[in-house]
């Protein structure tokens, strides 16, 4: 198995939801409205005996009319072509912006944030080639609950292509990737294990973003259910250690992965 970031960068977000690029050599948090928080937006490449598998689709911005995760992607040898599945942990803006690529998730600064012109332009999904799993129940609740959130518009291509493989509740892909609807973070969040070659990766969304926040008992405001993830985040920090997991964090401006030499 070999794990790939795909970091989009660091971003700062505030009661506005909007994501602005935060350059840590030239930045000052300070700087920014009080409140602000710094993440890392960061997608993932899993390579399995059998799949090309991208999890969570990032911001959706692009430059030069590219999608920066099929740029990301390229960098890592990777054609987006090659792409068989695609995980969808949930479908709030900062992770699912790259599913169909029409546009950014919005709220970025300069070019990056540009709409995306050129072959992948048009409404179509943007791993031609890869089938895309989401929770049925998710797709209804982002247009249930809308702004500022879910970007619905950037989710239309899910309701009507071939390639969307509805989930409803827990199960395995193939026998080999087994996903979960911990609730959590959004209702109907879900989270990932892939077992392949006597190896587990573990990816848990925004219900497990950090290093840090898995080594301590935190209740975040901005969950769902606050009490509840912090529960599951003790619980699979405890199991994963114990059976040699993987971990993937999306929003570690640090630590992509733990072990830190795991991927490699």
Known sequence: MKIIPLSE???TIDKTKLFVPFDAGQDDLQQRPVGSM???VQPFSVVTTDDVLVIDTGLG???DGKLQIHANLEKAGIDPGKVTKVLLSHLHKDHAGGICP???AGGGAGDIAGGIAGDIAGGRMSFPNARYYVQRRELEYAYAKGPTSYLTGEL???KTSP???????????DGYIRYRVTGAHCPWHQVFWIVDGGETAFFGGDVAPTLQQ???RFVAKY???GKRAMELRQEWWEQGRAEGWTFLFYHDVKVPLWPESAGE
């Open 9 to 11: 960068g660091a971003f």
């Open 102 to 104: 029409d546009g950014g």
């Open 214 to 216: 898995m080594k301590s």
């Open 163 to 173: 390639q969307v493989v509805f989930l409803d509740g827990d199960g395995v892909l």
């Open 38 to 40: 710094l993440v890392e």
């Open 61 to 63: 911005f692009g430059k």
């Open 223 to 225: 969950d769902y259910d």
């Open 156 to 158: 239309e291509c899910l």
